[in-house]
Each structure stands twice: as C-alpha cells, then as structure tokens.
C-alpha cells in the first residue's frame, strides 16, 4: 500500500483494541456509582474512554464535582471487572488472536501501548494468554504525558530499536489516534464504542470494523 512501504514495529493499544473491557467500564462504573448513591452516566464514562488515570479523573469531576470521590468508585468498579474477568474470563476482540499469528508467521515486533497502569494491564494480558506474546509493553504509568501526546509510541519504538515512520499503531481511541499521529507513525482506527469524529478518521491511515479486517488487509502488502 502507498502509505506503507515497511512495518517494523505493530504497537496495539489494549482497552476497547483488543479486549471489549470498554463496555464492562460502562457496567462497572454505573454499578460502582450506585453504591456510593451517585448516578453515573454512561455518557462520562464513554467521554473518559482513551485517557490516563489523571485524564478520566478530570472528566469525572467536570461533570460530577471536584468532591466527587474518583479513586474510591475506581477501586470499587475494578473490583467488579476483575471479580467478572475471573468468572467469564477477559472479553476478546474479534481477530486478536488470529493478528497476532499472522504476525508471529511475519516475525513483526509487537508492542502493547496502553493509558491503563501497569498492575491492570499486565492482569488482562494474562487473562487473554497473550501477554508472552508482546516484545515490549508500555503503560500509562511508564510515561509522564500520556495520550494525546506521543510519548508513549514513542517509548515503545525506543525500546526496539524501531523507526518511527515503520510503525503502525492500532487504535480506537481519538486521542490515541491524535498520538500515533504525532509520533509520525502509521495510525490504523478500528472501530469500538466511541466513534471518534470525522476529524479523527481523517488522521488515521485507514479504518477497520474489527482486528481480523486489519489481519486481512495486511495479508496484502509484502513485508
């Protein structure tokens, strides 16, 4: 394809990319909310979606207060989400599973770039048995900014030695689209609850409905 001429480096974002951890955020939040006797709206929820810990805290209390007890609730809805992930197991995305294989045929570098602290993360890699399958992962606590700005693309890129411009980023997130694009990567949307706006879609290289139409349209270009 024109706009790929080498891929070095695959990076996945991990909520909402490649596990639907975005709708039990949703459930989680709301069931959290009531227990504290807040009414939570699925709309701050959704609009937190793609930020750091310090990001989703101001759009929690923009809407809710500054008194509004953000760590707390998040405690208590992590609680939830893992008490579900340990019954059903962790909610995988369409096609993970069969990219990643796709690229380990390839021996593509795979990174994992993910806003979510380290403990959580590394919690639902293991959950899913992909987190052996990673060369590097960068969370939101490894970085100083988290996305929109780049830094955590380009700390993945560092620690393997990758060009930038050889990098695709997979994202469904408007800021981490935002941030492959600073980074002067290869920004790829797939598709997830929040539908970023037109602006966002323009910034990305190409869009998808899921990880296995991103597994489909790689197949085609020989790298």
């Not at 990219?99 to 806003?115: N, P, Y």
């Not at 600073?182 to 990305?204: C, G, Q, S, T, Y």
């Given at each position: 394809?024109?706009?790929?001429?080498?891929?070095?480096?695959?990076?996945?974002?991990?909520?909402?990319?490649?596990?639907?951890?975005?709708?039990?955020?949703?459930?989680?939040?709301?069931?959290?909310?009531?227990?504290?006797?807040?009414?939570?709206?699925?709309?701050?929820?959704?609009?937190?979606i793609g930020r750091d810990i310090q990001g989703a805290e101001k759009v929690f209390k923009k809407h809710l207060g500054e008194d509004f007890p953000y760590h707390e609730i998040r405690s208590l809805r992590l609680k939830y989400a893992y008490d579900y992930i340990d019954e059903n197991g962790i909610p995988v995305k369409k096609g993970l599973y069969e990219?990643?294989?796709?690229?380990?045929?390839?021996?593509?570098?795979?990174?994992?770039?993910?806003?979510t602290e380290r403990e959580r993360t590394e919690h639902l890699l293991l959950s899913a048995g992909v987190k052996d399958k990673f060369d590097v992962i960068i969370c939101g606590d490894?970085?100083?900014?988290?996305?929109?700005?780049?830094?955590?693309?380009?700390?993945?890129?560092?620690?393997?030695?990758?060009?930038?411009?050889?990098?695709?980023?997979?994202?469904?997130?408007?800021?981490?689209i935002i941030a492959a694009s600073?980074?002067?990567?290869?920004?790829?949307?797939?598709?997830?609850?929040?539908?970023?706006?037109?602006?966002?879609?323009?910034?990305?290289k190409k869009t998808f409905n899921s990880l296995l139409d991103v597994r489909d349209f790689l197949q085609k270009i020989d790298f």
């Open positions: 394809m024109s706009f790929i001429n080498r891929i070095s480096l695959v990076i996945f974002d991990m909520d909402g990319l490649m596990f639907d951890t975005e709708s039990l955020a949703i459930y989680t939040w709301l069931k959290a909310g009531k227990i504290y006797g807040i009414d939570i709206s699925e709309s701050i929820v959704v609009e937190s990219l990643i294989e796709f690229l380990d045929q390839k021996t593509v570098l795979k990174a994992v770039a993910t806003s490894d970085v100083s900014n988290g996305k929109p700005e780049p830094d955590i693309f380009l700390a993945a890129a560092r620690k393997l030695n990758c060009k930038r411009e050889e990098c695709v980023v997979l994202e469904d997130s408007a800021n981490g600073r980074a002067n990567m290869i920004p790829l949307l797939v598709f997830d609850i929040k539908k970023p706006e037109k602006k966002i879609e323009k910034l990305a």
